[in-house]
C-alpha cells in the first residue's frame, strides 16, 4: 500500500500460527494417513507474501489455498470442516506461540491433493482465525502431512517440490544436518545449529515464522554463559501475533551472533529479537539465502545457498509497529527512544504525511514502507491526546 510516494515498512511484523501442545494433549498423535503415491515427483507453484507461503490444493472437487506451516499440524477452517463433513476424532488444549491456551476440535481430513498427489486420512485441527481471514486462506499444510515425503522449498524458482526419492533433487551432503522428527507427535522438523562456535542449539524449521532465527529470553540467558552473542540494546513492548491474538506486552532484547551456521552454511552477524513463550526456531528468511530441502523420509535437513559469504548485518529501526484497530501504533520500543515514545502511541503521520486507517489484513498483505529510508519524523499521539512530533534514526 502507497501513499504519497512513501511506502510503510511492514517487516516488523512477525505473525506465528504454529502451535505447540501441552501436556494433556500429548496423547494425541497427529501422525497418521497419508500417501500411497511410489516413486513420485510433484513440483507445485508457491506464492510468498511477506514471508508467508501459500500454495494451492485440490480439496472436494475443487481448488482451494493454503498456507505452508512445517512448524504445526494440518489445519482446517470452520466452513471448510463443515463443508467436508469431516469426522471428529478429538478435543484438545492447544498453546499457540505467544502462550494462549482455546480448546480445538481435531477432525480427519479424508482427501486431499497437492499437485498430483493425494493424502487420506491425515488428523487436521478445526482453526478458526482472523489472519486466515486475512490470507483467505481455507487451510494449512502440516507437517504431520509431510512427514513421509522429502519436500523441497526452491525459491529461485518459487516452487514446492515432493518427492519420495531424493537422488532426483541433486542433494548436496556436506551442506546437511540431522533431523529430529520424534520430538512431538505431529514430526515438527527439528535440527541443531552452531553458534559462534561456542554451543550447538536444537531448532525449529518452521516455514510459518518469516523471521531468521527466534529465541525466548530464557534461551537467551541459557546461551549467555556460552558467550554466543552480545546484547545491543532492550526494548519494551509487543508486536507479535498468533492464532489467538497479539502478545501480552514484556520485555525484549537484540542479540547479535557473531556466527550462526546452520547445515554446515555459516551466517554471520545475525540479528535476533527475542520473543516471549516461543521455542528456539529458524524462519523464512532463510529463504533469501537458499533452497530448503526437509527429508522427512530419511531424517536430513539441507540448505543449498547462493553464496558461500553470507552477512546479515542490517540497521535497525528504533521502533517496532503494529495496528491496533485502524491504527498504526507503536509496538516495541527500544534503548533510549523510550523516553519519547510509549508502546501503544498512536502514530498519525511520517515525515508530515497522514497515515491512512489501516486494518489488520492490510498490515499482514500489504507492501514495505520506510524502505531506502534511513531517517524519518513521526507525529506521535499518546493516550492522553497529547501531539508531538520525533524523530527517529536507522541505526
Not at 116 to 143: H, M, Q, R
Request: proline share 4%; charged share 20%; net charge positive.
Amino acid at each position: 500500500m502507497r501513499y504519497s510516494g512513501v511506502r510503510i515498512f511492514w517487516a516488523s511484523l512477525l505473525v506465528f500460527i504454529s502451535i505447540c501442545f501441552n501436556s494433556c494433549s500429548q496423547s494425541i498423535d497427529y501422525n497418521k494417513g497419508g500417501t500411497d503415491a511410489k516413486n513420485y515427483y510433484q513440483e507445485i507453484p508457491y506464492e510468498m507474501i511477506n514471508g508467508k507461503l501459500f500454495i494451492q490444493v485440490t480439496i472436494n472437487q475443487r481448488t482451494a489455498r493454503f498456507l505452508l506451516d512445517t512448524g504445526a499440524p494440518t489445519q482446517l477452517t470452520p466452513d471448510l470442516a463443515k463443508e467436508l463433513n469431516s469426522l471428529f476424532l478429538n478435543s484438545i488444549v492447544a498453546t499457540d506461540a505467544n502462550g494462549n491456551k482455546d480448546s480445538l476440535n481435531l477432525v480427519e481430513l479424508n482427501t486431499i491433493s497437492l499437485g498430483k498427489i493425494s493424502f487420506t486420512n491425515v488428523p487436521a485441527l478445526i482453526v478458526a482465525n482472523e489472519l486466515y481471514d486475512c490470507w483467505k486462506i481455507e487451510g494449512v499444510i502440516g507437517s504431520n502431512l509431510l512427514r513421509n515425503a522429502i519436500v523441497k522449498i526452491a525459491p529461485v524458482k518459487k516452487v514446492l517440490i515432493l518427492t519420495d526419492n531424493e537422488q532426483r533433487l541433486g542433494l548436496n551432503k556436506s551442506h546437511s544436518a540431522k533431523l529430529n522428527l520424534l520430538r512431538n507427535k505431529q514430526s515438527s522438523p527439528i535440527l541443531k545449529i552452531d553458534l559462534n562456535n561456542r554451543v550447538n542449539l536444537e531448532v525449529e524449521f518452521d516455514s510459518g515464522d518469516n523471521g531468521f532465527l527466534l529465541l525466548s529470553p530464557q534461551h537467551m540467558q541459557q546461551l549467555g554463559r556460552f558467550g554466543a552473542f552480545n546484547v545491543i540494546e532492550k526494548g519494551f513492548g509487543a508486536v507479535h501475533r498468533s492464532i489467538y491474538g497479539l502478545q501480552k506486552m514484556d520485555s525484549t532484547y537484540r542479540l547479535v551472533f557473531p556466527t550462526v551456521t546452520v547445515a554446515g552454511v555459516t551466517f554471520k552477524h545475525a540479528a535476533v529479537e527475542t520473543i516471549a513463550n516461543t521455542t528456539p526456531r529458524l524462519g523464512t528468511t532463510l529463504l533469501q539465502y537458499g533452497a530448503v530441502t526437509l527429508d522427512y523420509k530419511h531424517g536430513k535437513f539441507y540448505f543449498d545457498p547462493n553464496s558461500s559469504n553470507i552477512d546479515l548485518t542490517e540497521k535497525q529501526w528504533p521502533v517496532d509497529f503494529t495496528t491496533q484497530g485502524e491504527k498504526l501504533i507503536a509496538g516495541v520500543v527500544w534503548g533510549n527512544l523510550q523516553n519519547q515514545i510509549t508502546p501503544g502511541d498512536h502514530i498519525t503521520a511520517i515525515n508530515d504525511v497522514p497515515f491512512p486507517k489501516t486494518n489488520l489484513c492490510q498490515w499482514l498483505n500489504g507492501k514495505p514502507i520506510l524502505e531506502n529510508v534511513e531517517q524519518v519524523t513521526l507525529t506521535i499521539k499518546n493516550t492522553k491526546g497529547e501531539i508531538r512530533k520525533v524523530q527517529i534514526t536507522k541505526q
